[in-house]
């Protein structure tokens, strides 16, 4: 695991410690937060009957929404937290869970959706540098879709270099996706300073 991975890792693990299964473990100040994105999510994407991969899965929870709103959902999520994927394991033993660095050793399986939700926040070292590789590594496992939210905006907010998470200039993300395909979507409607953006590889069929 590289330094930036294992950072990542302690300053989650360190929250768990605190918080035990609670959104603040996972960085979330509030319990809506994460609701919040995962409604972009749908707004935009039947994933009835489609295969998904939850990158940075937290607790998992994720699942239980697919299965509740969508039938045959084929749903796995991969975490660098250990503990998270334990207790996502106990609370949805029906789905498959993982422990990865995906943007290290991503799998080689492809996947219809694929998800990553509060994922590319964090502050390291070459924040724009990471983040693009990151989306480029999880496009090339999507076969229909990607779907991903970041901390941002355009203008781009002002950064505290001491903390935990880095706000990027969403315009500049947007452009670099546009580089990998020109089907995206681009949403910032939700939040002041949250986006997301949905990827389709060129070949595929809308869905
Ligand atoms: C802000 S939390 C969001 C969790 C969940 N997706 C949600 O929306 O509630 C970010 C998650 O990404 C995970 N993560 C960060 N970098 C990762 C990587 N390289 N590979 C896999 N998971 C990663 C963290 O461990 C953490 O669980």
Not at 5 to 32: A, F, M, T
Not at 84 to 102: G, H
């Amino acid at each position: 695991m590289n330094s930036e991975s294992q950072k990542i890792k302690n300053i989650y693990q360190e929250k768990y410690k605190k918080y035990g299964v609670d959104p603040r473990s996972l960085c979330w100040h509030q319990k809506g937060a994460a609701h919040q994105r995962f409604r972009q999510f749908w707004a935009e994407i039947d994933f009835s009957n489609k295969s998904v991969l939850d990158v940075g899965c937290g607790f998992g929870e994720m699942a239980k929404f697919l299965k509740k709103r969508y039938e045959g959902v084929d749903y796995t999520g991969v975490d660098i937290v250990p503990e998270f994927i334990e207790e996502a394991k106990k609370n949805y033993p029906e789905y498959q869970f993982f422990v990865r660095d995906f943007f290290s050793k991503p799998m080689s399986e492809t996947y219809d959706v694929i998800l990553a939700s509060g994922v590319l926040n964090s502050n390291v070292p070459e924040n724009m540098e990471y983040r693009k590789k990151a989306i480029k590594i999880i496009f090339a496992h999507a076969k229909k879709v990607l779907a991903f939210n970041m901390l941002g905006a355009y203008p781009q907010p002002e950064n505290d270099p001491t903390s935990n998470v880095w706000y990027a200039d969403s315009l500049e993300i947007l452009k670099y996706c546009t580089t990998l395909t020109r089907r995206v979507i681009f949403r910032a409607n939700y939040h002041p300073t949250d986006f997301t953006i949905f990827m389709y590889p060129t070949k595929e069929e809308f869905i």
